[in-house]
């Protein structure tokens, strides 16, 4: 027999303490008695305190024996140091006042099931000092707010889409009423007043560029038609007639808008002059003639000085004024002119080619396939084209003048939106007529995906 020590530790780290006569290091103590002695003992020795913590030094988890008895380990005597209190660790725990209420009151299995007592009596110090949770109505105020902000946020976002699907709804709608007002015909006004004044007031930039419309090229196109244009690679080393190598120009005539590359680049003519001043003497009144179909559909050169002799420039020089061209280049059988000059002169034949007159079939004959034109050679099996080209080499004038080395080629493609294009090129004829014959499928692929889609 020994006499060892069960410790009672009131809260405030008092001990109270209560002498037992155990068998060897364990005391079997029946429910009944560990009730009764707590109970007398907490009213003996603690009347005023707070409910107490019953503290169990050394010990394994509880556990109950077949006789329904509470097995308790021993504990020593010493009184308990603070850090002990505070940090519990090894084999020493904490029993809180629910665990000690629930014996008081006579439960069988207090703690748990198999008499575990609240927490495991070997859980570390972290465990025994996790930060307990909120208490509920926190909690409740904390998921409430968060779902306010949530649905205020959704609601917020709503109303962002619900504005940028209008504001897109507009810009549709207002780009719909550009589109229709872009092809609506000028009541009274030729065919080719949209044509004229859009060829007047695009740009000459050296970069392909969209003007006078709001359709827009995409940038596929755009890189396409760039690299074609700069494929135009001077014949010889003589860069003394400039240093760009092709000019290009395609004006809509139903709507004016226009796609041009280096459209101010200026060339001698070369024979596509012949085109215009035919269809000019056709529109002042004068009939077909053998002289007007050599010169027009076979460049023949004789035949158009005697066309300049019969009719001379002045009728020429009136006619370029109404396109809005310096008068002066219709003086001269030849002269030198733009991309943009010869689509102007094109653009204002079109208001006659549109007249279905008795001409007509004429003009089909004489333009529709003529000598050397790119334009009828690469897109003729599609539409109904009227063109006429123009090309000449120094051998050609025993000149050593570099600028009498050019490609020219301008024209009507009748498509779905009729175009007018032109193209005036510094290049050894077959040079340009090589390069124009790749240039023109692009260009023709860009008008119909912007205009005709």
Not at 195 to 216: C, D, F, I, M, P
Not at 400 to 415: D, F, L, Q, R
Request: aromatic letters at 6%.
């Amino acid at each position: 027999m020994s006499n060892k020590i069960h410790s009672i530790r009131d809260m405030d780290g008092k001990h109270k303490v209560m002498p037992c006569i155990v068998e060897g290091a364990l005391a079997v103590l029946p429910r009944g008695f560990v009730a009764a002695s707590c109970a007398m003992i907490l009213a003996a020795t603690m009347p005023q305190a707070s409910l107490p913590v019953f503290a169990v030094g050394n010990v394994t988890t509880p556990r109950t024996d077949s006789k329904n008895a509470y097995v308790v380990s021993s504990v020593s005597s010493h009184p308990t140091t603070d850090s002990e209190e505070r940090t519990p660790s090894g084999a020493g725990s904490v029993v809180h006042d629910s665990i000690l209420n629930q014996i008081l009151d006579g439960q069988e299995n207090p703690g748990g099931i198999n008499g575990e007592i609240g927490t495991s009596l070997g859980s570390s110090a972290a465990t025994s000092q996790s930060v307990p949770e909120p208490p509920r109505h926190i909690k409740e105020v904390q998921e409430r707010k968060e779902r306010e902000e949530r649905e205020q946020r959704e609601k917020e976002a709503k109303v962002r889409r619900e504005k940028a699907a209008r504001d897109k709804a507009k810009k549709e709608a207002a780009y719909q009423a550009a589109l229709e007002k872009e092809e609506e015909p000028l009541k009274g006004k030729p065919a080719s007043t949209k044509a004229l004044h859009s060829l007047a007031t695009a740009g000459g930039e050296k970069k392909v560029r969209v003007y006078n419309t709001v359709r827009t090229l995409s940038d596929d196109w755009t890189d396409k038609l760039t690299r074609a244009s700069r494929a135009f690679e001077p014949s010889n080393d003589d860069d003394s007639h400039g240093g760009s190598e092709v000019g290009w120009i395609m004006t809509d005539l139903t709507t004016g808008g226009t796609i041009a590359y280096n459209a101010d680049y200026v060339t001698y003519s070369a024979s596509c002059i012949k085109g215009p001043y035919i269809i000019c003497l056709l529109e002042n009144g004068n009939q077909p003639t053998n002289d007007m179909y050599l010169a027009g559909h076979l460049s023949d050169n004789d035949a158009y000085m005697n066309l300049r002799r019969t009719y001379g420039g002045d009728v020429m020089k009136t006619w370029l004024k109404k396109a809005g061209i310096d008068a002066e280049k219709g003086q001269r059988p030849y002269t030198d002119l733009s991309s943009r000059d010869l689509a102007k002169m094109w653009s204002l034949a079109y208001d006659y080619i549109l007249a279905k007159n008795s001409e007509t079939d004429w003009l089909n004959k004489t333009f529709t396939d003529s000598l050397n034109s790119e334009i009828s050679k690469v897109l003729g099996a599609q539409y109904q084209t009227y063109s006429k080209a123009g090309w000449i080499t120094p051998a050609a004038t025993q000149s050593e003048e570099a600028k009498y080395n050019v490609y020219t080629n301008g024209g009507i493609v009748m498509s779905e939106h009729p175009y007018v294009v032109a193209i005036t090129s510094y290049n050894d004829p077959m040079i340009g007529m090589q390069k124009t014959e790749k240039l023109l499928p692009l260009i023709d692929a860009a008008h119909r995906e912007i205009f005709e889609n």
